[in-house]
């Protein structure tokens, strides 16, 4: 499913910080600008209630899940919530393999190409750059030599509607975009200029 989303719109809604009792609303105004991608980092308050209400409200073409996934047994607790997608900041093969057996979307971090070849052997096909910022353009341009043609690498940490263009001409499929999209406390307005300021840079 996740392919087919980055094909219409490159983008991973991070939603870090937010709430329960708002988390509807903004899921909301983000897919009404077109947004089919929603992660909830586990790090969150109630991040497993917010997981389930998304998965419970939005449209079944929008794909919710969770972020900050850092532990194996997690990936059963999200998809239990409702999740189909996890997204991890590290490369954890146990957290890989435990999506893909429940044939959820998985995105795990990775920096080096040690990373990046530990990921796809646990079955990853679409690999996090994070924090992107760190390692740069040059850094995509450098790894995507020697890729498999069927993965393909998300930029996420310090991208931007200022800077996507150039990371899509580096070999990027799509982006995580968390706090030009979404900071805790932004209310339904804010999310909705934002969104739309982002939708108009794609």
């Not at 870090?16 to 077109?34: C, F, M, N, T, W």
């Not at 490369?91 to 890989?96: E, G, L």
Request: charged content about 20%.
């Amino acid at each position: 499913m996740l392919d087919k989303i980055l094909e219409t719109t490159p983008l991973i809604a991070i939603l870090r910080g937010v709430k329960p009792d708002e988390v509807q609303s903004i899921g909301h105004v983000l897919y009404g600008h077109g947004i089919r991608c929603i992660e909830v980092p586990l790090n969150s308050p109630e991040p497993l209630k917010s997981i389930q209400i998304l998965s419970e409200t939005m449209p079944e073409d929008c794909l919710v899940g969770a972020g900050t996934v850092v532990k194996p047994e997690d990936v059963q607790k999200v998809y239990d919530a409702g999740g189909r997608i996890i997204v991890t900041p590290n490369t954890n093969a146990d957290v890989i393999r435990n999506a893909v057996a429940l044939k959820m979307d998985v995105t795990p971090g990775f920096a080096t190409i040690t990373d990046a070849f530990t990921a796809i052997d646990a079955g990853a096909k679409h690999l996090k750059l994070f924090p992107a910022s760190t390692y740069g353009i040059g850094h995509v341009k450098a790894i995507s030599a020697v890729l498999p043609d069927d993965c393909n690498v998300l930029a996420v940490g310090g991208v931007g509607a200022s800077n996507m263009a150039e990371w899509k001409a580096a070999g990027c499929v799509g982006f995580g975009i968390a706090s030009e999209l979404y900071k805790a406390g932004d209310s339904a307005e804010t999310i909705d200029k934002k969104a739309a300021a982002l939708m108009a840079a794609i």
